[in-house]
């Protein structure tokens, strides 16, 4: 079989199961990955003859796709901000509008030489703290990362990532613990404190699953994508991070535009300053928060 015929039937395959507006860029980009090919070269070599074995895998992946199982994890991987991720179905597939809460980060680096301390909450992959200190440590700012997550397993990919992404001078500055949110962190962790924490937390309703894409309803990590108080999670994280954030520290947190205007009102409650940013398509989608206000019996209470 050759490219142009195996491709010309994965389309349809893919157009049967859901996927018409990007059944070609789906199969091509899954065969391309096979072939060990950038998607121009199935284009220009359309009349090459696959292998028996490359015909049976190609379409074992369309099959998955057309299922609608996400490509990230027929593939093991997703890119992020240049770099590779290893992505499993116990970790979320890193998102576009993710790499804002990065971008935004950059913006709170300290000047060449510096040292920073850096939180990531819900890590999962660790796309964003991993990418972070990748970053920072090739901007020459000794970064010291601490990675956490209430999922052993997603942990143990983040650390794969870290592994794989960051040099390893670099990545014995990086500890990792399982836990939930701040719970995880030892005490002397906590006394440190933080210069800047992030976070992309669980921030789906469950009563919204039904509105989700069968790739992510099905396939993803429920523990990383719905929780049955959203609000009651982001007041925690809120408040942890008032007391883990050192005097000129930063919080920045991924959040779904349904429940941004109240996250924002919580967040004015524990720090001076709070703002919404938009993402890509125009959507509340991330809070930056700094100067906390100093806690309340109110809080403890909580």
């Not at 030892?186 to 976070?199: C, N, T």
């Not at 789906?204 to 699953?209: A, L, P, R, T, Y």
């Not at 398509?281 to 700094?290: E, N, P, Q, W």
């Amino acid at each position: 079989m050759r490219i142009q015929q195996a491709l010309a039937r994965s389309i349809e395959d893919l157009e049967a199961g859901g996927l018409a507006s990007e059944a070609r860029f789906e199969a091509e980009v899954l065969l391309a990955d096979l072939l060990d090919v950038d998607r121009l070269r199935l284009r220009t070599h359309s009349e090459t003859e696959l292998k028996p074995d490359q015909v049976t895998e190609f379409f074992a992946r369309i099959k998955r796709r057309a299922a609608r199982e996400p490509t990230a994890h027929i593939l093991g991987f997703r890119e992020f901000h240049r770099y590779r991720f290893i992505i499993s179905p116990d970790v979320l597939v890193p998102r576009p509008e993710t790499e804002q809460i990065v971008e935004l980060a950059a913006g709170e680096l300290r000047p060449p030489g510096q040292k920073i301390r850096v939180l990531d909450l819900c890590t999962g992959s660790g796309c964003i703290g991993v990418t972070l200190l990748q970053e920072f440590t090739g901007a020459n700012t000794e970064c010291d990362m601490v990675l956490t997550d209430l999922s052993r397993a997603a942990l143990a990919i983040a650390r794969k990532n870290l592994v794989q992404i960051v040099a390893p001078e670099a990545a014995r500055r990086c500890r990792l613990y399982q836990g939930d949110l701040d719970l995880a962190l030892p005490e002397p962790e906590r006394i440190l404190g933080f210069d800047l924490i992030v976070s992309n937390p669980p921030y789906i309703g469950i009563d919204e699953s039904a509105e989700l894409a069968p790739e992510v309803r099905d396939y993803e990590p429920h523990m990383a994508l719905f929780h049955d108080n959203v609000l009651g999670l982001y007041r925690r994280i809120l408040i942890a991070a008032r007391e883990l954030l050192k005097a000129k520290g930063t919080l920045i947190l991924e959040l779904g535009p349904r429940f941004a205007e109240e996250i924002l009102k919580i967040a004015n409650e524990n720090f001076e300053f709070a703002e919404l940013r938009k993402d890509y398509a125009g959507l509340d989608r991330v809070l930056i928060a700094k100067q906390a206000r100093a806690s309340t019996d109110a809080d403890a209470a909580e």
